[in-house]
């Protein structure tokens, strides 16, 4: 059957009209279309930039039948493309379900043993053995590492990176050879320059970018996904560590600091994109309250849906709405820049030229 939507596509606000043939958007009229939306708004798949499908709430793997419920949710609510950032589990027999969201992977988190949440990352003991990790896991993900640049050092109390200037180097550069990008977890200030200067793709949280390190980021063309409603747990997380008060207040002064700081980078030109850090601390389907979350720093309604959208697409490589292209679309009755109410429930979902 060939379905036919019309109306008005973003950024621009023109009129659009597609027809759906075999699960691919075509743009020349197909007589005999059955019509399914007619009137409002078309935009691509959401896109949730930092999504743990393989992390249970609470922490720990997800098993495979929660998989399909993280997966769904995330459906449900538009989202119809995740970049995983770092699961502990093989996600990748969830490709050969069509009805579920595209997963981008990132492989494992590489860590230094005993410095990164149990169970969920690779320990590395020798920081000379990264270099193979990243190649390793740059061949088992779809085209994104993921190091753990910084967490709390119990010998100093505090945050501290865990890898020397020269090791990342090593590291960003075997993950480019093998066409993979790099992204990071980073809270605080110190890991930052030298991920950054070693040719770092992105920074995950980026809490701890001072002016400087956004310099630094606008001359090495270094993305941000901040993860903002993730971060407003950092005062739960300090209420927690009070064997540890120097990370504690460290945490709060973060969560201070996060958004002025993240706004400063925003108006330096560091592409920002929208990711929840979904799995652990954040439950699925809330990438339209970080969408909320990039306007509160400044981004206007058009930009922060694009963040989590058609621009965070063309990031990941990923195609947007255009004759060949995949027929991953949402339609809204209500303008999607409404708010989360509106843009986390779209009239039709259309995911491969199925509509759910």
């Not at 579920?100 to 860590?111: K, N």
């Not at 120097?246 to 958004?259: G, I, Q």
């Not at 991953?328 to 979902?349: I, K, M, N, T």
């Amino acid at each position: 059957m060939v379905l036919h939507v019309r109306g008005r596509g973003l950024p621009d606000g023109e009129p659009v009209e597609y027809w759906v043939v075999d699960g691919v958007l075509r743009t020349e009229e197909v007589p005999g279309a059955q019509t399914v939306f007619t009137a409002g708004w078309i935009i691509p798949g959401l896109v949730d930039a930092h999504c743990h499908v393989g992390i249970a709430y609470g922490g720990g793997p997800a098993d495979g039948e929660e998989l399909i419920r993280q997966a769904e949710t995330e459906r449900a609510t538009g989202v119809l493309l995740l970049r995983d950032a770092g699961v502990p589990v093989d996600t990748r027999h969830l490709d050969e379900r069509t009805d579920l969201p595209r997963i981008i992977r990132a492989g494992r988190h590489l860590a230094k043993t005993k410095r990164y949440i149990p169970g969920l990352g690779l320990d590395i003991d020798d920081e000379a053995d990264l270099p193979a990790a990243v190649a390793e896991q740059a061949r088992r993900g779809d085209g994104w590492v993921k190091l753990v640049g910084d967490w709390i050092d119990r010998s100093l109390g505090d945050l501290a990176p865990l890898w020397s200037d020269a090791a990342l180097e090593t590291a960003i550069a075997a993950a480019h050879a093998e066409g993979a990008r790099v992204t990071a977890h980073v809270f605080g200030e110190d890991a930052l320059p030298g991920l950054i200067t070693a040719g770092i793709d992105c920074i995950e949280h980026g809490t701890g970018i001072t002016d400087d390190v956004i310099d630094l980021m606008a001359e090495r063309g270094t993305a941000l996904v901040p993860t903002l409603i993730n971060i407003d747990n950092f005062p739960e997380i300090a209420d927690s560590a009070t064997r540890y008060p120097t990370y504690a207040a460290h945490m709060r002064a973060l969560f201070d600091r996060c958004r002025p700081r993240i706004a400063a980078a925003r108006e330096a030109g560091i592409p920002i994109y929208a990711g929840t850090d979904a799995g652990g601390m954040i439950v699925h389907g809330r990438v339209a309250d970080e969408v909320a979350a990039l306007a509160g720093i400044g981004m206007d309604a058009t930009e922060a849906l694009g963040a989590a959208s058609w621009a965070a697409r063309d990031w990941l490589g990923a195609p947007g709405l255009a004759d060949g292209a995949p027929a991953d679309l949402l339609c809204y009755a209500a303008d999607p820049r409404g708010g989360p109410e509106v843009l986390s429930r779209p009239d039709v979902v259309m995911l491969g030229g199925r509509v759910y």
